[in-house]
């Protein structure tokens, strides 16, 4: 059995080590960049580590073109996001850029880089959205994800390779609170749409928020 609190402190600190690496001596877009591809790659690399260890999944249910839970509002935090919105920059179509804008703009549901039920920055996508899984569709569009009715006791050991992928993700967003709080970079929960927001109407949003500014709402904006 992998035990999920081992797990989690390892990702953590690691997730930490590698942004902080990555953006002390780069504070920019660039820099912001290098962060989140070795963040991901930490976790990737845990992944790999630990999956043969525990059962693959039986029945899950996500298949491409499935969209459910990129209905729901999304939680992120500024780091990722703007790696998100450069991504997006650098990959899509001044239509399609356009178009996310608009949604950005109107506050309406759903991810704002959903396309034809499909992640159009999937490489790029969230934390949040690398940790959600379901092994029941009628649960998900009740918008219940990553078996919610685990038991407390079931919780402590990664019960599939799901599990360890939503274990191994969630420490990483710790690991990235923990990077922000010694780079001193406002950091914390916050929905993609008001950062998004916030990036597409400030040019300098990134250099000022890289500058240890906080730029982006907080308390009623945000989500815990």
């Known amino acids: 059995m992998v035990s999920r609190a081992e797990v989690s402190t390892a990702v953590a600190v690691w ?16 820099g912001i960049c290098d962060a989140v591809v070795a963040r991901n ?20 249910a996500c298949r491409e073109g499935c969209g459910h839970c990129c209905e729901a509002m999304i939680q992120t935090r500024p ?32 991810c704002p880089f959903l396309s034809e039920s499909r992640c159009s920055i999937y490489t790029a ?16 569009l009740n918008g219940v994800y990553c078996q919610r009715d685990l038991k407390s006791d079931d919780k402590q ?40 927001r916030v990036l597409y109407s400030q040019p300098s949003a990134v250099e000022r928020w890289l500058s240890g500014e906080e730029i982006f709402s907080t308390g009623t904006d945000a989500m815990t």
């Open 125 to 140: 996508r969230l934390n949040v959205c690398r940790q959600y899984y379901s092994l029941d569709l009628s649960e998900c």
């Open 157 to 196: 050991t990664i019960r599939h390779q799901s599990h360890l992928r939503e274990v191994v993700y969630a420490a990483a967003t710790q690991g990235e609170d923990e990077a922000c709080r010694l780079l001193r970079l406002q950091n914390g929960a916050l929905l993609l749409d008001n950062v998004l």
């Open 15 to 30: 997730v930490a080590q590698a942004i902080v690496s990555k953006l002390q001596g780069n504070r920019t877009l660039s």
């Open 41 to 60: 790659a930490v976790c990737e690399a845990v992944f790999a580590q630990f999956s043969p260890l525990v059962p693959p999944d039986s029945d899950l």
């Open 79 to 110: 780091l990722e996001a703007i790696f998100a919105a450069a991504h997006a920059q650098l990959t899509l179509s001044a239509e399609s850029l356009q178009e996310i804008r608009q949604r950005v703009a109107r506050q309406r549901l759903p």
